[in-house]
Nanobody
Framework: QVQLVESGGGLVQPGGSLRLSCVAS????????MSWYRQAPGKQRELVAT????????SYADSVKGRFPISRDNVKNTVYLQMNELKPEDTAVYYC?????????WGQGTQVTVSS
């Protein structure tokens, strides 16, 4: 079955960096678009970044453009989110996502807290 397992979250000071990883299994990873979403307390889940199957095309939310490059390794079945220049407003649970046959799949999420 499809599994998405995120890791890499934690507590970081403003201006710091973290790298999130999402290991995928149960489907042909290299054939699917992958995305990162986040959900802050009391807010709706929002799309952060998306990467095409080959990794060539990428798109970002305006709030993270230039700070959170997304990448993927189709040999390791892993998608990454490098988070730089972190701000307190980046605090959220971050989720890995893909869509197969019109169904959305989610990981369990990893908490990112940006605080001094």
């Amino acid at each position: 079955q499809v599994q998405l397992v995120e890791s890499g979250g934690g507590l970081v000071q403003p201006g710091g960096s973290l790298r999130l990883s999402c290991v995928a299994s149960g489907f042909t990873f290299s054939s699917y678009v992958m995305s990162w979403y986040r959900q802050a307390p009391g807010k709706q889940r929002e799309l952060v970044a998306t990467i095409s199957e080959s990794g060539i095309r990428k798109s970002y939310a305006d709030s993270v453009k230039g700070r959170f490059p997304i990448s993927r390794d189709n040999v390791k079945n892993t998608v990454y989110l490098q988070m730089n220049e972190l701000k307190p407003e980046d605090t959220a649970v971050y989720y890995c996502n893909t869509r197969l046959n019109a169904r959305a799949y989610w990981g369990q999420g990893t908490q990112v807290t940006v605080s001094s």
